[in-house]
T-cell receptor, first 108, second 116 residues
Framework: EDQVTQSPEALRLQEGESSSLNCSYT??????LFWYRQDPGKGPEFLFT???AGEEKEKERLKATLTKKESFLHITAPKPEDSATYLC?????????FGSGTRLLVRP | DTGVSQDPRHKITKRGQNVTFRCDPISEHNRLYWYRQTLGQGPEFLTY????????KSRLLSDRFSAERPKGSFSTLEIQRTEQGDSAMYLC??????????????FGPGTRLTVL
């Protein structure tokens, strides 16, 4: 059964303090790993798609990387506006299987 | 705004009542998904449509749940005889295949259901 596990559940950072979020996955035939951002009371917002081990994608202070078993979302010099829940998902027969997310709080 | 819209945004109902939610996807998108999200969890897949055809339903979708997408445009999700365990955020998402990758889905703001 396809499965996604994210860690940590919650992360508190000071503004400017870089860190990484982890997403471990088990899937029969990876068709894509996806990162989404979700703000309170809103639907998830698409950030990145990764397809193969070694692939990297960047957007502003975020960089996503992929290995055969894990993906990392690196946050460099975060700002308070980066505070959100970050969700990882895999494509499982054209539907998304999500992890439970990492709640990130960046303090000024 | 041409994003995914959902109506209503909030619904409070009593146990045993029926409720219906509506989702309007991005107009050119041919795939429409329904997910359910409870506090502290990621969204869980419920069902999806390609145009008007319902292609897959999750085991989570009991007999009390039904979804339709007449004419391949908007979709409705109905829950009959609601239970307190149905309280959750119901999210709709849309995508265009081929073109966008199936996982690049555009989500609506959700409908928060509270069953008393």
């Amino acid at each position: 059964e396809d499965q996604v596990t994210q860690s940590p559940e919650a992360l508190r950072l000071q503004e400017g303090e870089s860190s990484s979020l982890n997403c471990s996955y088990t899937v029969s035939g990876l068709r894509g790993l996806f990162w989404y951002r979700q703000d309170p009371g809103k639907g998830p917002e698409f950030l990145f798609t990764l397809y193969s081990a070694g692939e990297e994608k960047e957007k502003e202070r975020l960089k996503a990387t992929l290995t055969k078993k894990e993906s990392f979302l690196h946050i460099t010099a975060p700002k308070p506006e980066d505070s959100a829940t970050y969700l990882c998902a895999v494509d499982s027969s054209y539907k998304l299987i999500f992890g439970s997310g990492t709640r990130l709080l960046v303090r000024p | 705004d041409t994003g995914v819209s959902q109506d209503p945004r909030h619904k409070i109902t009593k146990r045993g009542q029926n409720v219906t939610f509506r989702c309007d996807p991005i107009s050119e998108h041919n795939r429409l998904y329904w997910y359910r999200q409870t506090l502290g969890q990621g969204p869980e897949f419920l069902t999806y449509f390609q145009n008007e055809a319902q292609l897959e339903k999750s085991r989570l979708l009991s007999d009390r749940f039904s979804a339709e997408r007449p004419k391949g445009s908007f979709s409705t999700l109905e829950i009959q005889r609601t239970e307190q365990g149905d309280s959750a955020m119901y999210l709709c998402a849309s995508s265009f295949v081929p073109g966008l990758t199936p996982g690049e889905q555009f989500f609506g703001p959700g409908t928060r259901l509270t069953v008393l």
